[in-house]
Every structure is written in structure tokens, then in C-alpha cells.
């Protein structure tokens, strides 16, 4: 990973800037364009995110549901997309935290797909790659999911080196 990151490092200083113009319009000009806009723009990203927690769901035993991508209001903000899963209070903290995974699988895409392609298949890669890097972050919903988990298991470290169990 240490060798992609420092190909991406030296990727022409162009493929910085069109990848962070992206990221700046994902992040502030699309969601003021409207909610359709916004979730077309971010559809790729959207789409990896949901996979990563429907993956690591799956793996863990979880039951998840098939991602679902079609935006719904959820009180004052829209939920982009979504994955319902059974897990316990181990498996809870890796699941909503999964699309973590999505930053390096970002940049190895950015190194190896989006280089590689010319004309306007190099701007869709660059599209790509930087929405899915912008889905790399957990959403607020994550963070709230996995919040509890992360208080719990941490007090019990605590307990347990406190203890001197660690």
C-alpha cells in the first residue's frame, strides 16, 4: 500500500486538481443543486459505500439486505442509500465503520484505472475515483450506529487493563 500511496503522491499535479474539484463540487456544489443532482453525482461512491457494509456484513454473519441506492428523506436530510443487517455488539463496529476500506481502494483506482484512460473516459475515472474517496468517510448515521459499540468496548479495555487483564 506504501507504493501506491506513493504513486499517487507523484500522479501530475492536473489528476490532484480535477480529483480535488470533484471532491469540492461532491461536497458543496452538488447537494445545492438539488437532491436528484446530488445523488447521480455521487451514485459511484454511494453505490461502494453500501457495498463495503453489505460486504462486511455478509462476512460477519449479519444478514444484511441488498443494498438499497434510491435517496429517502429521513427527518430534515436525505439517506443516499442503505443496508439493513442483524449484528451484536462485536460485529456492529467494523460494519458501520467499513467504508474506512474505500480510501486506499480510491487511490490504487486513481493509480492504476484512471491514469491509464484519455479523453472523457479519464474524466468519468476521475469522477469515480473521487467519489468513492469522498465515500471512503463513514456517514453521521454510521458514526451514530457504531457510537455505542465504541463507548462500550472501550470502558470494557479500560475495565480490563484497569484489572490487569491487558
Same mark, same amino acid.
Not at 3 to 13: D, M, N, R, S, Y
Not at 30 to 41: E, N, Q
Not at 89 to 108: E, H, K, M, Q, S
Not at 131 to 143: G, R
Given at each position: 500500500?506504501?507504493?501506491?500511496? $506513493?504513486?499517487?503522491?507523484?500522479? *501530475?499535479?492536473?489528476?490532484?486538481?480535477?480529483?480535488?474539484?470533484?471532491?469540492? @463540487?461532491?461536497?458543496?456544489?452538488? &447537494?445545492?443543486?438539488?437532491?436528484? =443532482?446530488?445523488?447521480? @453525482? /455521487?451514485? *459511484?461512491?454511494? !453505490?461502494?459505500?453500501?457495498?463495503?457494509?453489505?460486504? #462486511? !456484513?455478509? +462476512?460477519?454473519?449479519? $444478514? *444484511?439486505?441488498? &443494498?438499497?441506492? %434510491?435517496?429517502?428523506?429521513?427527518?430534515?436530510?436525505?439517506?443516499?442509500?442503505?443496508?439493513?443487517?442483524?449484528?451484536?455488539?462485536?460485529?456492529? %463496529?467494523? %460494519?458501520?465503520?467499513? &467504508?474506512?476500506?474505500? @480510501? &486506499? #481502494?480510491?487511490?490504487?483506482?486513481?493509480?492504476?484505472?484512471?491514469?491509464? !484512460?484519455?479523453?472523457?473516459?479519464?474524466?468519468?475515472?476521475?469522477?469515480?475515483?473521487?467519489?468513492?474517496?469522498?465515500? /471512503?468517510?463513514?456517514? $453521521?448515521?454510521?458514526?451514530? =450506529?457504531?457510537?455505542?459499540? %465504541?463507548?462500550?468496548?472501550?470502558? +470494557?479495555?479500560? !475495565?480490563?487493563?484497569? +484489572?490487569g487483564h491487558v
Amino acid at each position: 500500500m506504501i507504493g501506491i500511496a $506513493k504513486q499517487f503522491v507523484a500522479l *501530475p499535479i492536473v489528476d490532484h486538481l480535477l480529483i480535488g474539484i470533484v471532491l469540492v @463540487f461532491d461536497l458543496v456544489a452538488a &447537494p445545492r443543486l438539488g437532491m436528484w =443532482v446530488y445523488s447521480l @453525482f /455521487s451514485l *459511484p461512491g454511494t !453505490a461502494a459505500h453500501e457495498f463495503c457494509h453489505w460486504l #462486511v !456484513a455478509l +462476512l460477519l454473519g449479519a $444478514k *444484511p439486505s441488498l &443494498p438499497n441506492l %434510491i435517496p429517502a428523506r429521513d427527518g430534515n436530510a436525505w439517506r443516499l442509500g442503505s443496508v439493513r443487517s442483524s449484528p451484536n455488539l462485536i460485529t456492529l %463496529i467494523p %460494519i458501520a465503520l467499513a &467504508p474506512f476500506v474505500l @480510501f &486506499p #481502494v480510491g487511490i490504487w483506482y486513481a493509480v492504476f484505472v484512471m491514469t491509464s !484512460a484519455a479523453g472523457w473516459w479519464y474524466l468519468a475515472h476521475v469522477w469515480i475515483a473521487s467519489t468513492v474517496l469522498a465515500a /471512503s468517510l463513514p456517514s $453521521k448515521q454510521d458514526w451514530f =450506529v457504531a457510537m455505542p459499540a %465504541i463507548v462500550i468496548a472501550l470502558a +470494557l479495555f479500560f !475495565a480490563l487493563r484497569e +484489572l490487569g487483564h491487558v
